[in-house]
């Protein structure tokens, strides 16, 4: 007997997150689109592959491996893949052959922050992984694929687990409100499901820290996150002017103006998402052929901010905004397609429609046309607009940048 040997453990404190976590798949909040395909239908019938959790924290990872082990009656060991080493994993091993022996139960290795495992590590893992003896579950917050070597990737499922949805946040604050018999404003619910991000955990720890005042109430939000919410609600009228101010900084070239707002939307906590499609969407409707670059750019910067997450993506978004706040700006191709949707009625001209099922040459497709290929510079002169179009004209190159050269091209070739 030790001193702690008459403790009553229902009396250990248990932060809110440990206590809210879900114990079976009808509790768990989020990850639809997962749990009602092949990987639900699986871990309800009692199976599970081995699988690696990627997602950004508080989505679910560790609570789904828990789930999965209750449902399955499966053995569940978990570790830290920062501190544990070879010899914990052979142990592990030994402990899992004896559980099947024995006990017939199967056992879930659960390894937290798998990107954490050096080769040597991964590699040990194999053949108890390939055989069975163990189902793995890593859980990471890395891209699996850049991190993980080949041979294990090979051996898993990778699960991609999204942000929880404000909804979804709502619905888990709403429930640990009612079971810990919290009093709390419908709006303070609402203010730290947003500022949450799509993450469960941060969301309960705010609430619990919240509740220590008595009342959830947006005044104690204040007192507690000060700043962190006050500064950009995402919700509010600060969301859509700040959005609003960057593209039009970048759309007039103030280079300074748009690094400000982008600075803002990352320190109010902006789904980098948000701010990345922005990006794109300025560089092609504003920048256009001017600089063609641009969209090239700006689309490789999304990738590489979702690829690097904080706080490293701030200095790839930085680079592509001032790209774009720096560049000749035309919108010559944006106003090209609206002007074509307004205007799509005609019919396809004979000699450009479609001739490679049988019989399309008995109705004339195809006769007359002529291939650019075969003529000097790769072009010839032919009709390609509907004879109801033929004056038509959609796009006016501008003289901006790089697009001057292509309207000097099409000038050339068709004046």
Known sequence: ??????????KIYQPLAERMRPKTLSDFAGQEKILRGALGKM??????????????PGTGKTTLAKIIANTTESNFVKVNAALSGISELRGIVKEAEDQRKFYRRRTILFIDEIHRFNKGQQDFLLPYVEDGRIILIGATTENPFFEVNAALLSRVKIVRLEKLAVDDIKKILRHAV????FSAEERALE??????DGDARMALNVLEQASFSGKISVEALNDLLGEKIRRYDKKGDNHYDTASAFIKSMRGSDADAAIFYLAKMIDGGEDLKFI??????????????????????????????????LPEARIILAQAVTYIAGAPKSNAAYLAIDKALGDTRGTVPKHLRDTSYKGAKTFGHGIGYKYPHDFENHFVKQQYLPDEKISARYYEPTEQGAEILIKRRLERLWN
Not at 43 to 56: M, N
Not at 178 to 181: F, I, M
Not at 285 to 293: C, H, K, L, R, S
């Open 191 to 196: 203010i730290i499901a947003d500022f949450a």
């Open 1 to 10: 007997m030790d001193l702690f040997s008459n403790v009553n453990d229902e």
């Open 43 to 56: 871990i309800a019938g009692g199976q599970t592959p081995s699988l690696i959790f990627f997602g950004a």
């Open 178 to 181: 009612e079971l810990e018999k």
């Open 276 to 309: 990345a499609r922005r990006i794109v969407i300025c560089a092609a409707e504003d920048v256009g052929n001017a600089d063609p670059q641009a969209l090239i750019l700006a689309n490789a910067a999304a990738q590489a901010a979702q690829f690097v997450g």
